[in-house]
């Protein structure tokens, strides 16, 4: 690998590649995806087919992931006579180089003797899962030899069961991996917790939901096939767009969190400018906002002060503003965020106040204003003191966006990911 090229990997722009991905992935600008929780995120083109996540955060976690396959049971499989029992009751027999319809049947074939094959059972799950993380192949085979039939406890259970069954039978380990991707639950938060699958058929991505347990169809009709969980509440699973995706990776090495549908037009008003030298993305810290006067507020906390007039926020706290002086010449967006992250801490105790952003270390990257709603991207350690946090961070940081008068919305984002989707895994 030549010099250049490794300063490039060290740069942590936003279309960063991991080392795992470097003969797949073709080093382009990345083509924007608009998803339903997430905002715009980033993809990049396989020379394999299709598309792939190029955040900084996908492939810090695909890393991560590639260190800890032992934990979740998908190490190569040990040929066991169990093993070799379940291979036959299935009765698939797959080529060395099985064609796109090989593929296609093989996986409608599989999930249609899961879905007669199995029995919801919390226990019976928990015995095949031992205490790997994840049901080792040979596990289930055991399972099944001793109770002829298999067990499930949840949507990740049914997942876990197909993508092993897979590679029982030899489906090409580059082509599938277990998907996780984000919906709106009945609170109306943003949660990370569905988990399916995702398969490859040709150069096409397809997303399954085993949870659904219907047939795939045959390959002349080949869809992805989901259900319509907790659309009640919002658009529903983002099936499409999976912020995870863990798979083994075969000969061909495919490790990467893949685009399961058609690529979709991105907004043409939205910009990246990409540095041709580096790959690095460049940053705007400073959007055309105006102020009223020369003063702004920031938001700090009197904790458990459930007195006075109007409502609380966090577990029973109340909203204090601290006026602030904008130096002339200086953007008040900008200068407010920066002056909340870098010295907030201070301005809180001086009021005997509290700040949930105090032991977090974050900088604004880049500010956008897309009509009436302002893009708030920041960088660094994000560290808050618990569920309280939660919405005592999103009024601070909302409130210092809107109360510009031509700002109506905001979305933030922490090192690339939405924060509502990053507080709820706190």
Known sequence: MSEPFKRFLNTGGLILVVAV??????????????????????????????????????????????????RFGIQPIVETKAVQRLRATIGMRLSPDPSPEEVWETARKVLNWLYSNIAPGQQGYRDMMGKAGWPKAERIANYWNRNGKLAWAACFSKAHLVF????IVGLPLDDFGIASAHYKNAEGRVTPTHVYLGLRVGKEWFYIDPGTERDLGPFAQRSSVGGPLMRQYGPGVDYEHPYSFRTVGGPGRFIGVPLLGKPAKADSAIKIVQSKSTGSVSTQVSVPTRVDSDMASL???KLDDG???????????????????IPKGREPLGFTLNLLLRHGKALAEQHGLYHPLAYSHLKVARLTLQ????VVELRGRFVIGGVCDTPRVMVQ???????FPQINNVRI???????SALLDQR
């Open 21 to 70: 991905l470097l003969t797949n992935i073709c080093l382009a600008a990345p083509l924007l995806q608009e998803t339903l929780y997430e905002g715009l995120v980033p993809y990049a083109h396989t020379a394999s087919g299709g598309l792939v996540r190029a955040d900084q955060k996908t492939q810090q976690e695909i890393r991560r992931f590639r260190g800890r396959l032992e």
């Open 164 to 167: 092993q069954i897979f590679r």
């Open 299 to 301: 938001t700090f906390f």
């Open 307 to 325: 007195k006075g007039e109007g409502g609380t926020i966090g577990c029973g706290d109340r909203e204090k503003l601290v006026k602030v002086k």
């Open 371 to 374: 009509g009436a709603e302002a």
């Open 397 to 403: 940081l909302e409130q210092a966006a809107l109360q």
């Open 413 to 419: 984002y922490i090192n690339d990911v939405i924060i």
